[in-house]
Every structure is written in C-alpha cells, then in structure tokens.
C-alpha cells in the first residue's frame, strides 16, 4: 500500500465534508421534528470512517452502532434511501422500520447499526467467520465506541476472532465518552488498544486525521485479507454535540467543547491540501455546493416517499 | 401531599430508603454524576457520594451479577438499566443467579435486590429501545416485579421493593417519568407488595391493566360512563405474586373481564390472568374475556401511534365484552 494520490486525498477530503454536511442536514430536520427518536451524530470524526472505508469493497462487510452515519455513507450507502429511512418512510432502506439507529445496507455490507452497546461487536466476526468459512478474501469491520470496549461481547469478540484467526478490524473510536461518563470513569487506561495484547493481536493508536486511520487501516485490512488475523484499532477522537442531538453538554462545560472543536479532522486535512496545492478554494466551493445539492434532494426525496401503512407493520416478520 | 412528578418521586424513594438505611446504595450507568440518564438519582451523588451512588461502566452483566453478590452480603443494591431493553445483556445474572441463589443454596442468605428498568414506547426510539418484557421475569420463580401507575404509587412500592428481602425487578414506563401527581411527604410512605389497588369502582366490567395501561383504562372508564357504562378498574401494581383475590373478587361483582397492558399481548401477563380466571371462576363469567396488548410485532419506528395500545384499545375491548350477554 502506498501514500494515496492526489486524486485520492481529494476523494477523502469529499467524502469527509459529505459526511459531515449529511450530519449538519440530519440534525437541521431532526431539530425542526421531521426525524424522530434518537439522533446520535458523529461530526468531528469523520476521518475513520472515510479512512476504514477506503480499503473495503462492496463485499466487505461493515457493522456500526448508534453513532454510525458515518461508516454507512462512506460504506456506500444512498443518500436518498438513507435519508428516507430517518424519515421512517416506506422507500428507506429498513421500510421505515429502524430510523438511524438501525441503518443498514447488506447489499453494500453495511450489517446494520445497533441499538445495544456492543451488540454489533460479535455479529460483525460472524461476518468475518462467514468469509473465512466460505474461503473468500472478504473482511469484516466492527466499528464501536471507547464504553462499548467493556461490555463483555467486546472482550469475548476480541478472544473468539483471535483464536479462530477471523477476517475482522475492530475499529474503537475513543471519543472520550460514554454517554455522561468520561473516559477516566468507565476505564482505567488511557489506550484502549493496549486490551489487544490480552488477545494475541495487535493493537494500534491512531490520531484523528484521515491519512494516519487509512494506512493504520490499510496495514489491518491487509492482515486480515491474507489470514493473517484480527486487529483492534484504536482512534483518539472527541464528541463534538454530546450524546445525542439535544445534549446541551452542561457536565462537560462551554470552554473544553470549544477546545474540541477547534481540533477538526476536516479543517486541518483541508488546511494541508491548500497548503500542497493539492486542492484550490475553487475545488472547495464545487464540492460543497454538489455536496449541498445531493442533500436537498435527498431530503425531498424523503420527503415525498409515503409512510408504510399499518397493514405493513408485521409484513415478513417470518419468512 | 405535594404534587411531583413520577420521575422525581423515584428520586424521593431512593433518598429516603438511602437516608434510612446504610447498607442500600445505587448502581449503574450514568447514575450518578449525572444523576441517571432520566433523572432518577439527580443531586444523590452529590448528597451520598461516589461510595453510595457508584457510576459503572457500561457492563450490564456484570454489574448486575455484582449487585447480586453485595446483596448476598449484606447490602441492599438498587441497579437501575437505563432502558429494559437493555436488562437482556443481563439476563443470566437476573434470571439463573438472584432468582435462585437463596433457594439452590438452601435459603442461607436473602437477595435484597432491586433492579429498576423503564419500559415502553413513546420516544419512537425503534424495536430496541421500546420494549415491555415484564412477562419474561414474571415467569421466573423467585423473583417479584412490580410496575407502577402513578407517583404515589411509584414511590410508595419503590420503597416497599428496597426494604423487601426478596429480589424485585421494578419496572416503570418512561411515558411516565413526567407525569404529575400528589404524593405523601414524609418518609413513612409504603404501599405494600402483592397487593392491587381498585383504582376506580364500577359494576359493568372489570379492567385488570398495569402501568400506563392503567391510566388509560381509567380514561377509558371516564369516556364510557357517558355512555352508562361502569367499568372498574383494578391495577395489580405487582404482577408477581399478583392479587388473585382482588381480581376474583372484582370479576366476581362485574362479570366482565378485560386486561390491558402496553407488552405484546401473546403470552404476556394477561394470558395468566385470563386463565386463571377460566381455571377457577369460570361461572363467574358472562362474556369471554378480552385482552389489549401490542401486536406480536418488534416495535416499528415509524409506525409506533399505532403499534402502542392505548385508551380506545380499551374501550373497544369493553364494548366488545358487553356485546356477549
Ligand atoms: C447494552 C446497552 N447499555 C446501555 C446503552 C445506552 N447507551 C447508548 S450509547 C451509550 C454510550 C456508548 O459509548 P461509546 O461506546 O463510547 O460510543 P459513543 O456514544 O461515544 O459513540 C450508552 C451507555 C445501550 N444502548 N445499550
Ligand atoms: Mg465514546
């Protein structure tokens, strides 16, 4: 694997600002009550995403959590079905079913967002036990949060992918936070990758910056295509909007949210690719205006798709 | 008598019950710097103090087992899991160790646990953050549960289930954690286990109904009496070991029976009822007994006004035992 062209820094840098609009656009409707339930938004960390990504085809699987828009997008999913499901709409993917925390695109390997702290965790190795199993050079990729390392699925995930030498990245993102907790709460060490060695894998730790994640995640998917085994990722990143969307963060305090704010994976990537040339503020305006065209219609997409109808409800529950 | 919100009067059990007793003390996520993810506990880590009001990490087997293990110790844990959804990670600690630990180990030691969780749709929060499983743990022997309708009656069987030395899992709906209502000041406010409280007398039919359902059947009973219906309703507050005798008696006077609650109405707890009733007191009944429930369907995002069984459910229930002579 070598450095990535220009082309494919642009191509990061687009797909980072992509994510982080489709977030700002989802908090915007959510906020006016056209999306309901929960929103648990990733801005601030999306250079995992689009850095993970760039190694996976459409094959590979990849399995999030409640804060997961980020993976889905850079996974490959359509804004207009994506965005039609968060609308609870019968053309979303999961047939207005699930909203955000349950997005999910197999036929991209996007194996569904999950409601339960380190529920995801082991169904994502099931992935990578499938491919090994079926003898494809498949990987699978189990995305989670720095509190969902200590649930016991985690542990027992970590245990089982090593011992049975699985095809899968476990990929923490360490924002600090979970839920109300901080990090200091709910566990003792600072790197989370050092719980790696307890399993006989690696464990790597990487800043928030999109270049570092690729080839931290070029050298994992790698290890995994060949049968070389799993490794726990660790990215050190902050939550920007709390836990949810609405969380005005009072336990956290004005002054150290707008220290983290001020650390921004976009901005800084977007500040070197100007400095190189790479990337002119002409380029900038074109793809935020697409960016920002794809959304609007995304978003009347959504809005015109009707609700399913209540006879749909328990449409195939069995097969 | 003051008027409290539901969720502030659980807060108002938990101090007291702290302020009484040394040896209970809280435990779970986000209970206690941030007073619990709905409020349940704001201001006891400042009152109590990290040793008394523990924050854990998000461990739901393990905290729970390790409440179990205080319990069989000599302490009184209150565990709250943040949605009952949840409480699944937990099952093993709930369902094979403190349900049976004093019976397999010959009863050398009680299990004063309690183990809070809220139900219930509502937030359209999707298939699993809504669910009401109080079914499953009612089918456990060696374990109570309890759900309450109201903030009188939330605080008054909170306290009750922390000074009970039997295992109680208690179950509130997050629909209800805003609702308002008198309750008594002063410490001494218990309203016992096992027992249910006829929550409105009538004549016509009787409706047994559990947390929210129970404010909903009473809305029910209001509408129906405008159209000389009278419908009593009886809440059976525990649903485990549930007032036989309350519900026999009731039915024994109307001769109509409806049961209502918000869980899926296939195996919930009022087939139990209903077929209690059918093995006992059979000829007491005029009209086949009706149920409302949820349909037997993971709850739906979008669809969830109309997945959730609410006031008309109740009524239509009543009407349709009416309908039977
Ligand atoms: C089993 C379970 N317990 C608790 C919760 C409530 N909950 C949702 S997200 C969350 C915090 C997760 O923290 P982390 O894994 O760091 O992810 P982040 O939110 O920071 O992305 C908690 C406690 C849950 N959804 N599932
Ligand atoms: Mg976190």
Redesign the interface.
């Known amino acids: 694997m070598g450095k990535p062209s220009k082309e494919t820094m642009i191509d990061f840098y687009r797909r980072m600002v992509r994510i982080r609009r489709a977030e700002e656009k989802l908090m915007e409707v959510f906020s006016a009550g056209e999306i309901?339930?929960?929103l648990h938004v990733s801005i601030g960390q999306e250079a995992a995403p689009v850095g993970v990504c760039a190694h996976l085809r459409d094959d590979d699987y990849i399995g999030t959590t409640h804060r997961g828009h980020g993976y889905a997008i850079a996974k490959g999913i359509e804004l207009k079905r994506a965005m039609a499901e968060l609308?609870?709409?019968r053309d979303g993917y999961c047939m207005?079913?699930?909203?955000s925390?349950?997005l999910a695109d197999l036929s991209k390997g996007i194996m569904g967002a999950?409601?339960?702290?380190?529920?995801g965790i082991p169904i994502v190795a099931g992935a990578g036990f499938a491919a090994k199993y079926k003898g494809t050079d498949q990987v699978a990729v189990a995305t989670f949060g720095d509190?969902?390392t200590?649930?016991?699925t985690f542990h027992e995930t970590l245990n089982l992918a090593s011992v049975m030498n699985l095809p899968v990245i476990f990929l923490c993102e360490n924002n600090g936070w979970?839920?109300?907790?901080p990090r200091p709460?709910?566990?003792k060490i600072e790197n989370l990758a050092d719980r790696a060695a307890s399993y006989g894998m690696p464990g790597v730790i990487v800043k928030n910056d999109v270049i570092d994640i690729y080839e931290a995640c070029g050298e994992a998917v790698e290890r995994a295509r060949k049968g070389a085994g799993p490794t726990l990722v660790e990215v050190k990143c902050d939550r920007w909007y709390g836990h949810y969307v609405g969380d005005a963060q009072k336990?956290r305090g004005k002054e150290k949210v707008d220290e983290a704010m001020a650390k921004d994976c976009i901005k800084e990537f977007e500040a070197r690719l100007l400095k190189e040339k790479i990337l002119r503020p002409a380029d900038i305006e074109k793809i935020e205006t697409d960016i920002r065209s794809e959304l609007e219609e995304a978003v009347n997409f959504a809005r015109q798709c009707p609700?399913?109808g209540?006879e749909e409800?328990?449409a195939g529950?069995y097969v | 008598m003051k008027d409290v919100r539901y969720i502030f009067a659980i807060k108002e059990a938990l101090e007291e019950e702290m302020e009484r007793d040394e040896s209970v003390f809280l435990l779970g996520?986000?209970v206690g710097?941030?007073g619990g993810?709905f409020g349940a506990s704001r201001d006891l880590f400042k009152k109590f103090g990290p040793r008394r009001v523990v924050?854990?990490?998000?461990?739901?087997?393990?905290l729970t087992s390790m409440a179990a293990g205080a319990a069989s110790c000599g302490l009184r844990p209150v565990v709250e899991i943040m949605f009952m959804?949840?409480v699944?990670?937990a099952m093993d600690s709930i369902v094979n160790q403190i349900a049976k630990m004093r019976y397999m180990f010959g009863n050398q030691f009680s299990m004063p646990i309690v183990v809070r969780m809220p139900e219930g749709a509502g937030?359209?929060?999707?298939?699993?953050?809504s669910q009401c499983l109080e079914a499953w743990f009612a089918h456990v022997p060696g374990l109570k549960v309890v759900m309450a309708a109201n903030p009188y009656d939330v605080k008054g069987l909170l306290k009750s289930a922390i000074r009970d030395d039997n295992p109680v899992v208690f179950i509130e709906n997050k629909t209800l954690h805003a609702m308002k209502g008198q309750v008594p000041e002063g410490a001494d406010h218990l309203i016992p286990l096992g027992k249910a409280d006829v929550k409105r007398q009538g004549s016509d039919v009787t409706v047994v109904a559990v947390s929210r359902l129970v404010n909903e059947a009473l809305r029910a009973a209001a509408d129906l009496e405008k159209e000389g219906v009278s419908v009593e309703v009886v809440d059976l507050m525990t649903v485990q070991p549930w007032d036989k005798e309350a519900v026999f008696n009731s039915v024994g006077k109307t001769h109509r029976l409806v049961i209502a609650h918000e869980a899926t109405k296939q195996f919930g707890i009022g087939a139990e009822v209903a077929a209690s009733v059918a093995e006992e007191i059979l000829d007491e009944l005029d009209a086949p007994v009706m149920r409302v429930g949820a349909?037997?369907?993971?709850i739906?995002?979008?669809?969830e006004k109309?997945?959730v069984p609410g006031v008309e459910d109740v009524k239509k229930a009543v009407r349709a035992t009416l309908q039977r002579a």
Do not use: K, W
């Not at chain 1, 207005?96 to 909203?99: D, I, P, V």
């Not at chain 1, 979970?178 to 907790?181: G, L, M, T, Y």
């Not at chain 2, 349909?295 to 993971?298: C, E």
């Open positions: 309901l339930g929960f609308f609870g709409r207005g079913r699930s909203g925390m349950h999950n409601g339960i702290v380190g529920g509190g969902a200590n649930q016991g979970a839920e109300f907790s709460v709910h566990a336990y609700y399913p209540p409800m328990a529950l | 996520e986000d710097l941030a993810s924050d854990t990490p998000i461990s739901e087997a393990s959804d949840f699944t990670c937030l359209n929060a999707g298939p699993q953050h349909p037997f369907v993971p739906h995002y979008s669809l109309v997945y």
